[in-house]
Each structure stands twice: as structure tokens, then as C-alpha cells.
């Protein structure tokens, strides 16, 4: 398993505004993720962070939102850019640790006004 | 399209009344199945790990199984501590992708 922590815990921001979120782990990992999960709904993933390469976006999501960087093999961080109410959402930061398994940090409870 | 349901969404036990929890799949190929507890303002804590048709896994109170198209996580005589959202996810074959289900919130009452 893996510890990893997440920094803001929670935050409220202005609409326009960006926050950046960060993830650190307690040993080196290859592939960090991050997810959002809305209000009632599940855990969907927005992108894969290798170290040493371009973060891999799915659909949906794009790097002039939610650029992300991966500067060594303990952390990583994610930008909500150009906030909006729509982005409200806990964000969450998971590590592969293991074969297949990953591991999730606390998350980091956004709201946008 | 890959997809995960989870049923019930919403599930009240009583102290010791056993039930069990169901996450169906629809996935091009399966890599693995999970099954994560997440605590309200926490992340989602790993469960168990599953890959083939018949496997089982236990911890404590709770067993989970898989079949071709679905697991269910059993929960034998729950503790109000049990009460928890419990969440499925398949890996899809050949990624490191996870595809969730929205989760069944289990309430456990003393």
C-alpha cells in the first residue's frame, strides 16, 4: 500500500480562478491518476501522470483545464483552471501501488461560487 | 461501451442481518475487479482484488466473489461500523484505467 496526502484538504473559490491541487506519496511510484467524483455520482478518472512524460488525458478532459504536472516519482499536482460552479467536485489523487491496485489519497472538496 | 452498475443504491441492515451488495459489468475485457469502502470525507480504501470467474476473497466480515458478469460483496452479521458507501470498479484489459460504479451506501443500525 502507499500513503498519500492531499493539500488543499477542501476550498472555496471565485468563479474565473484557478486552484491547483496537490499529491504527495510517501514512497516513489511509477503511475499517479487523478479522478473526480460530483455529487452522487462515481469516481471518474481525468488522467494518468507518469513521471517524465505527458500527463495521458481521457475524454472529456483536456489539458488547458486541468493541466497537471509530475515533476518526480512522489508527487504530483492538478490545476482546476478558469473555474466554474460546474467544477464543484471532490478531486482525488490515487497511486498504483501493487499489480493492479490503487490507492487513493483523502480527496480535496471543491466548491466554486 | 464498458460500463458498471451497483445495486441497491441504498441498503438499511440491521446489527447482524447478513445481505449482500451487487455490481454487474459490462467491459470490452477485464483486466480485474475491485471493491473499495469510502467513508464520507475520505477516499476510497482498497477492499479486495479480483481476476477470474469463481474467485473469492474474505476479510473479516466480508466476502467477495466474481462471475462473468458480475461480483457481489457479501457481508455477513454487519457491525454499525460496516456502514460505508462500497464501491466497484473494473480495470479494462491492456490499461491501467479503473471504470466505477456510483457506489451502494450501506447503513448498518445498532
Known amino acids: 500500500s502507499a500513503v498519500i496526502s492531499q493539500k488543499p484538504s477542501r476550498d472555496i473559490c471565485q468563479r474565473g480562478t484557478s486552484l491547483t491541487i496537490q499529491c504527495q506519496v510517501d514512497?516513489?511510484?511509477?503511475?499517479m491518476f487523478w479522478y473526480r467524483q460530483q455529487p452522487g455520482q462515481s469516481l471518474t478518472l481525468i488522467a494518468t501522470?507518469?513521471?517524465?512524460?505527458?500527463?495521458?488525458?481521457e475524454s472529456g478532459f483536456v489539458i488547458d483545464k486541468f493541466p497537471i504536472s509530475r515533476p518526480n516519482l512522489t508527487f504530483s499536482t492538478l490545476t482546476v483552471s478558469n473555474m466554474s460552479p460546474e467544477d464543484s467536485s471532490i478531486y482525488l489523487c490515487s497511486v498504483l501501488a501493487g499489480v493492479d491496485e490503487q490507492f487513493f489519497g483523502p480527496g480535496t472538496r471543491l466548491t466554486v461560487l | 461501451e464498458d460500463q458498471v452498475t451497483q445495486s441497491p443504491e441504498a441498503l438499511r441492515l440491521q446489527e447482524g442481518e447478513s445481505s449482500s451488495l451487487n455490481c454487474s459489468y459490462t467491459?470490452?475485457?477485464?483486466?480485474?475487479l475491485f471493491w473499495y469502502r469510502q467513508d464520507p470525507g475520505k477516499g476510497p480504501e482498497f477492499l479486495f482484488t479480483l481476476y477470474s470467474a469463481g474467485e473469492e476473497k474474505e476479510k473479516e466480515r466480508l466476502k467477495a466473489t466474481l462471475t462473468k458478469k458480475e461480483s457481489f460483496l457479501h457481508i455477513t452479521a454487519p457491525k454499525p461500523e460496516d456502514s460505508a458507501t462500497y464501491l466497484c470498479?473494473?480495470?479494462?484489459?491492456?490499461?491501467?484505467?479503473?471504470?466505477f460504479g456510483t457506489g451502494t451506501r450501506l447503513k448498518v443500525l445498532a
Open positions: 467491459v470490452s475485457g477485464l483486466r480485474g
Open positions: 514512497s516513489q511510484v511509477t503511475m
Open positions: 470498479a473494473v480495470q479494462v484489459s491492456g490499461t491501467y484505467k479503473y471504470i
Open positions: 501522470a507518469n513521471q517524465g512524460s505527458e500527463a495521458t488525458y
